[in-house]
């Protein structure tokens, strides 16, 4: 049975950091392409970026390039990110998702196995 499971989120000020990890089980993990989706109230899923299987290529969206890093242990079988100089319109639920195959990392479809997601709130 494949298990992600993120942890990390909370409330923080704005300006203020906070690190969500995706644990990952009931798979190989070092063969999935790991991506972080968000979900604010009201709003649909959006994607936030993505890391390759090997760690090697990473993918942002405009609005969080140079604030947010993602990364990967896969000897720990764990997906981190990193976020930074955090803002108000950060605050959705996050959610990490592995992609066997798909090619295109943005697209929710191409995701295999989601995790119930963290609530991250940023307040002004």
């Known amino acids: 049975q494949v298990q992600l499971i993120e942890s990390g989120g909370g409330l923080v000020q704005a300006g203020g950091s906070l690190r969500l990890s995706c644990a990952a089980s009931?798979?190989?993990?070092?063969?999935?392409?790991m991506g972080w989706f968000r979900q604010a109230p009201g709003k649909e899923r959006e994607f936030v970026g993505a890391i390759s299987w090997r760690g090697e290529n990473t993918y942002y969206i405009k609005s969080v390039k140079d604030r947010f890093i993602i990364s990967r242990d896969n000897a720990e079988n764990t997906a981190y990110l990193q976020m930074n100089s955090l803002k108000p319109e950060d605050t959705a639920v996050y959610y990490c998702a592995a992609n066997r195959y798909g090619a295109g990392w943005s697209e929710a479809s191409e995701y295999d196995y989601w995790g119930q997601g963290t609530q991250v709130t940023v307040s002004s």
């Open positions: 009931g798979l190989t993990f070092s063969s999935y392409t």
